[in-house]
């Protein structure tokens, strides 16, 4: 007996994440990738492309307005990080699959939430995939850690 394969297809040409069961697709996101554009290089702060896995999934436990700092939940009081790309909502921590994106761990590429809801849509971000953080909350439900991710031009 042959289980569903749950994956996710990210089109930044399209600014668009699509959550598919095989083949069907059973949820779609606005998101926002770089606005640096497609690399692979260390530092670049631009998303990656081609195949993934979700290697972590950090945060179900959190409320969705919760900001992160190395992957740790901020407390209420605690100032936030010198950033204007904050973490927010939930992290699913992207483990590169092919040679040349193998570095994505490494470099923290993550679909996460955003204060930044107002930009999804449009490439601004620093190489993760943005969501808005009531999309990338319902989204960590339906996905399990080595889920295959797909980003494409």
Not at 66 to 79: E, H, I, Q, S, Y
């Amino acid at each position: 007996m042959q289980t569903s394969q749950t994956s996710i297809h990210i089109s930044i040409r399209d600014q668009r994440l699509t959550l598919k069961k095989d083949d069907t697709p059973i949820r779609d996101y606005p998101v926002s990738t770089s606005r640096f554009g497609i690399g692979t290089d260390e530092g670049s702060m631009k998303t990656p492309t081609g195949r993934f896995r979700i290697g972590e999934k950090i945060g179900g436990e959190m409320p969705s307005d919760t900001v992160f700092r190395a992957r740790v939940a901020l407390k209420p009081g605690d100032p936030l990080p010198p950033t204007e790309d904050l973490v927010m909502s939930r992290i699913l921590w992207l483990d590169g699959l092919d040679e040349d994106n193998a570095n994505t761990r490494d470099r923290f590429i993550y679909i996460h939430g955003t204060k930044h809801e107002d930009k999804i849509g449009i490439p601004d971000s620093h190489g993760c995939v943005r969501m808005r953080n009531g999309d990338v909350a319902e989204l960590f439900k339906l996905v399990d850690e080595g889920t295959h991710v797909i980003i494409e031009e």
